[in-house]
């Protein structure tokens, strides 16, 4: 069996294993070390043995073994015997529904309360996604050392909360099922625009994102948000093909040669939303993935209908504001009405987006378009040095230098 096949059956069977332990032992740290022990043993011996007839199977043995051993050896001196006799069998394989329902708790789990956003990242990303500590130290641009310790305490954490392995009920039910939908955002997020480094994009990231979204989305069917947030990365997801040219560097959406974005992300972002809005209580996910499918559905960026997006942005801004929905918003206002009219709106949004690389280079971008080319030239300037990537940071300095060979005749006002 090739390693690239091991790796992503691994990665896929992960979850589960680490949800049938903590079910039986009810120790999430001690039972993401077996389950990483057990995913070695099988990265060894699998290529060299051939596959299990029961892969999951083979994996929840050799974990509970595992587990057991170290409840064995603490027995000797704490009395913990009474663990394993009482402990339930484990389920082998549960089947496709048990094994979304089973991945979404685990997910609740690492989206503890008393963890913050970035921990809970991490650890998503390692008990979920099955990704390793390197591999997520180098989505996030820090030290291994210091992710491990990142994921350690946030284990330590889960485990001192003594939560139990199942669904929350309830209010805390919906206050913890917002925390998984934003962390899966966040991942995908970074995934698409790298927020660091020199890549544009982190496909991988992207990609297990949207993995996590499909398995709440089977696990949650009929909660509209989790569909929403499906369907807007699909949708956002859709354009990644025509995000870069040749060389990688940056295309923006204005300039994308739409028939290379993914037609069938496309077609599934667009019917997951309807699925969605159907079911009424529009938040914040689904008012994105309809802003995505506006964009989808102009065949050009000329034909975009910017009047329905500065709508929808408006009423984002009613469902759940920020600075950088009022910033998005200000943009979609200059494109139906002129950059005045955006720009106008950006003014109010100095204090809290202060020196944030994309207010300027949404400033440079309007007053460019209001022909106020030396005022965009400095705002270009400004935020090429205060972004991290590399690749945005090379496209404002391309755009900063084809503004300083434009010819001056009048002054600015």
């Known amino acids: 069996m090739r390693a690239a096949a091991t790796e992503d059956l691994l990665r896929e069977a992960a979850p589960r294993v680490l949800a049938a332990l903590v079910r039986r032992f009810g120790d999430f740290a001690d039972a993401e070390d077996a389950v990483q022990e057990a995913m070695i043993d099988a990265a060894r011996q699998w290529p060299r043995q051939g596959l299990p007839e029961n892969p999951t199977g083979w994996l929840v043995h050799v974990a509970s073994r595992r587990m057991t051993d170290r409840i064995r050896s603490e027995a000797a001196r704490r009395g913990r015997e009474d663990t394993v006799a009482a402990a ?22 690492c989206c503890h309360p008393a963890l913050t956003p970035a921990s809970a990242i991490a650890l998503t990303l390692r008990a979920v996604a099955g990704l390793s500590t390197a591999e997520i130290a180098a989505a996030f641009l820090v030290p291994e050392t210091t992710m491990a310790q990142r994921i350690s305490r946030a284990k330590q954490t889960v485990k001192a909360s003594a939560e139990p392995f199942r669904m929350p009920d309830g209010e805390e039910r919906e206050v913890r099922l ?19 480094g020199s890549e544009l994009a982190r496909a991988d ?6 993995r996590l979204g499909r398995i709440a989305h089977l696990a949650a069917p009929r909660q509209p948000e989790v569909t929403g947030l499906l369907a807007l990365m699909l949708l ?24 290379r974005w993914d037609a069938a992300k496309t077609a599934e972002g667009r019917a997951l939303l309807a699925e969605a809005v159907a079911r009424g209580a529009v938040g914040e996910y689904q008012l994105q993935a309809a802003i995505a499918a506006e964009h989808a559905r102009a065949a050009s960026a000329a034909a975009t209908d910017w009047r329905e997006i500065a709508a929808l942005y408006a009423l984002l801004e009613r469902v759940a504001g920020g600075p950088m929905v009022a910033l998005n918003r200000a943009i979609a206002v200059a494109m139906a009405e002129g950059p005045e009219a955006g720009l106008a709106l950006l003014d109010g949004l100095d204090e809290q987006l ?6 300027h280079a949404a ?13 965009a030239l400095a705002e270009y300037d400004r935020a090429a040095v205060r972004t991290n990537s ?12 084809r503004l300083r060979d434009v010819p001056r005749s009048t002054p600015e006002p």
């Open 205 to 210: 990231l992207a990609e297990e994102a949207i």
């Open 88 to 109: 339930e069998p484990v389920a082998a394989a549960p089947g496709e529904g048990a094994a979304a329902d089973d991945t979404l708790t685990l997910m609740f789990m």
């Open 390 to 401: 590399l690749p945005e940071q090379r496209y404002l300095t391309k755009r900063a230098a």
């Open 236 to 259: 956002t997801d859709a354009r990644r093909p025509a995000r870069a040219d040749e060389a990688g560097e940056l295309v923006p959406l204005a300039e994308q040669d739409r028939s």
């Open 363 to 375: 400033r440079a971008h309007l007053f460019e378009e209001a022909g106020r080319v030396d005022t």
């Open 354 to 359: 202060d020196g944030h690389h994309r207010l």
């Open 178 to 196: 917002r925390a998984v939908l934003r962390v899966v955002y966040l991942i995908f997020n970074e995934g698409y625009v790298s927020s660091d």
